[in-house]
C-alpha cells in the first residue's frame, strides 16, 4: 500500500491525538481481556486520593509506567487487568466542601473528576468500566460488610484510646493536623483526650504478617521498615509488686535484658500510667500532677527522640525487687512509652544509655552487674556498657554469660509467678474510629439493653446522612464536644434495636479510609456485583495483583493494613491466597527544577501533565518520563530533557515517511540490518520486563539513528519495511498515538497498533557474528577462542590472559606487552622469569 502522507510532514502531534482519542475510546481499547486461552495480568496502582491540586507530572511517573506495562502485556498476549478507581473519603474533601459550602460528596466528585480527565489526557490505559470511588454506597456498603466480618471474628472491639485534641477549636484531631504539638488551624497546643474508640485487632496477625514477607517480591527496604514497624522482640515479663495503704499492686515490666535485674535501681512508669494516681504520695502529688499534664502536649515522637533530656519525677513510692526483695523508688519518666511493652520501665543505669542519663541526673545509684567477656572489646559510653558479657554482683548468678544467665533468671521468675518468658511487638491494634462525617459509618447499633449490635447484613449499607432534622443539608461540621457530626442527626441516630426492637442509637464515627483501601484490589475483578463484595472466580483469576506499584510513602500503612484483611479473608475462606500483591514496585520521585523538591502546590513549584502535554504532546511527555532515569531513581524535571525525547520522535516520523517511498524496491537480505533489529526487540522486551523503562527509550533512540545511517545503504524495501514496523511496534506501549499515525498512514496497517503481536526475535539472529582469534605467546600458537565480533580490544586482552593454555605458557613471567589485531590474534609477550 502507497503511503498517505506527503514526504517530509512534520509531526503534528495536536492532529494525530484529536484524531485517535476518540477512535480508540470507540474501540474499547483497555477492556480487561477475558479470552480463557490467554494468561492473566493484574497491573494495579496505589489507590489515589484524589486532591484539590489535581495531577503533577510527578504522579504520571507512576501512572505512565504501569500504562506502558500494560499496553505491552496486552501486546504480548495477556488478557490485562489494569483498573482505576478512587480513594475518596477523608477530610481533603471535608474541608474543602467546608471552604466552599458543598457537600463533600460533591468535592471528591470534582477532584475524581480532574484526576480522570489528566490521566485520559496522559492516555493511561485503564479499563474505566471498572472504575469506582470508595464513596460510593454501592462500595462502602461491602465495606461495612467486611467491618462486620472482622466483628464476628473477634477483630473488631471497643476500648478507649487516646486522641489529640483541641482545646481551642474543641475538636478531636487526626495525627497529621497535628504540627509541633500545635493545632494545625489555631496553632494553640494541643492535648490527649481519652475515648472510646473501635479498633482492628492487626497484632493478632502479627506473626504472620512478618513471616509471609518472605513469600513476597517486594522491594527490600519496604519489607524491612514493615519488619521494624512490626518490632517483634523476645524478652522477660518481670512483675514489681507494691503495697500501698494495705493494698497490692503489681507492675509488670517488659526487658529483653533479664540478666540485667539485680542491677535494677528504680522503676519509671509512662505519664499515662494507670497506677501513678493510687500510688503517689501525698508530698509529691502536686509536683507529679504536673509533669503528667506537661508531658500529654509532647508527640511520641518528641519523647522518643535520644538526644532529648531525660526528665522525670519521684512518686514517693517503692516497689519490691522481686529477686532481692529490695525496696525500688518508682518515677514518673516521659521517655517511657504508654503503649509499648506495659508502659514501665526496669532502671539499669550500669547498662541502659538512658536509664544511665536519667539516674545521673536525678542521683540515682549505678549497680554494674555485668562486665565485659574477655574476648569482647568493650561498647557503649564509659560507665554504661549495654553489650551482653559475664555476670556480677549477681549473688547466685554471678559467672554466668548474658544468655545462660537471661534464661535462668526467667525460669526461676516464672517458678515463683514473678514473671515469664513472653514476646512483644511495636505494632499496635489498628485505630480505626474518626470522628468525622465524610467516612464510611461503621455498621453498629447501641442499644440499651443488648448492648454493640451489628447492623443486620440486609440493612446495608448504613448510608451516610444527607439532610438533617431541620430538612436542611446536614451540617457535616465538627461537633465540637468531640463526638461525630453524625450525633446531630437525630432520625439517622434513633434506630429500633435490630435485636429487641427498643430504643438503640447508631454507631456515629465512621470508619478511617485505610479500612476503605484494604479491599479495593478484590472489588476490580468484578467491580459491578451486587449482592456480594466481589465474584470469587473473577478474584481467583485476577489475584493476586502481579504488579502493584505506587510511592514508597505507603510502606507501613496501607500495604500493611492490606496484608492484613486479605489473611483474615483467607482465614474466613473467601479467597484463596494470603498474600495480595506479588510484586510490589516504588517509583522515584519527580522533583521540581524551580527548587529541587518535591513537587506541591502550596510551594509553587508544580509542573503539570496538562502544560507539557499542551506544549509538547502526550507521546513526548510520557517517553521522557520514561527516560528522566531509572523507574525507581529519584530525577529532577527538565524541561531541555523533553526537547531531546522530542527529536528522537520527530526522527522516527521523518525515517518512517522517508523510507516509505522505497518498500517496495528488491534486493537480498541484509544480514547486519537483520541482527541489529533482533538484538532491539531482545534489549527492549528485557528491559520492559524489568521496569527497565529508561533504558528502553535508549535503545529505541539508538535503533532509530542506526535506521537513519544506513539511509543509503543497499537495504532492500521489504526489510526496510519491517525495521520500520518494528520500531513503531516497540515504541507503541510509550508513544501510543505517533506510533499509530505511522502504523495506518505509513505501513497501511488496519486494527489498532495497540491490538498487535508484540515483536519477537530470534536469539540466533540477534547473536553477535563469531570470530575465530588465534592466541599466542611470544609469538607461539598456544590458544584459540570464539568470541564475538564487536568485542572491545580489552575485553579481548582480558579473556585471552585468562585462558588455562595461555596462563600455562605464560608461567609466572612478567607480562610486558599484549598486542590485539581486532578480528586475528592476540599476542602476549613476557619478559624473563
Ligand atoms: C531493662 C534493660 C536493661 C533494657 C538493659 C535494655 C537494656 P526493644 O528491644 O525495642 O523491645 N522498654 C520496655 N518498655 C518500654 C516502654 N514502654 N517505653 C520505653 N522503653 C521501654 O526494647 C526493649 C527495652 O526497652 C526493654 O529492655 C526496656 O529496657 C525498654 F541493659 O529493660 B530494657
Ligand atoms: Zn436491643
Redesign the pocket.
Known sequence: MKPRVKQTERYDFRTVENRWRPIWEAMDLYAAGNDPGKPDRYILDFFPYPSGDGLSVGHCRNYVPTCVDARFYRMRGYNVLHPMGWDAFGLPAENYAIEHGIHPSESSRRFSDTYRRQMKLVECSYDWSREFSSTDPDYYRWTQWFFLLLFRRGLAYQAFGQQWWCPHCQTILANEQVENGRCWRCDSPVTRKSLKQWFFRITDYADRLLADLDLVEWPERIKAMQRNWI?R?E?TEVVFSIEVDGESHTIP?????PD?LL??TFLAL?PEHPLITDITNADQADEVRDYVSASQRLTEIDRMTADKEKTGVFTGAYAIHPLSGEGIPIWVAD??????????????P???E??HAFAQRYGLPIKEVLIPSPDESEDGEKGCF?GKGMMVNSGSYTGLDSTTGAEKITADLEADGQGHATV?Y?MRDWLISRQRYWGAPIPIIHCERCGVVPVPEEDLPVRLPEVGDDGQPVDFRPAGDGRSPLARVGWWLNVPCPQCGGPAQRETDTMDGFACSSWYFLRFASPHETDRPFDPDAVARWLPVDAYVGGAEHAVGHLMYSRFWTKVMADAGLIHFTEPFTQLRNQGMVLSPVDGKKMSKSKGNVITPDEVVAEHGTDALRAYLLFLGPFDAEVIWDDRGIVGVNRFLERFWKLAQDVAVQFESPGSTNVEFERVRHQTIRRVTHDMEQFRFNTAVAALMEYVNYLVRSRDAAIPGQQWRTAVETVTLLLAPIAPFITEEVWHEVLGGTDSVHRQSWPVFDESLAADEVVTIVVQVNGKLRDRMEVTSDITDDELRRIALSQPAVQAAIDGSVVENVVVVPGRLVNVVTGAQ
Open positions: 518490632g522482640s524478652g515490666v517488659f526487658t529483653t535484658r540485667t542491677g535494677v509512662a521517655y517511657v512509652l504508654p503503649s509499648y511493652g506495659s508502659g514501665a520501665v526496669m532502671g539499669v550500669a547498662h541502659d538512658r536509664d549495654t512483644n511495636r
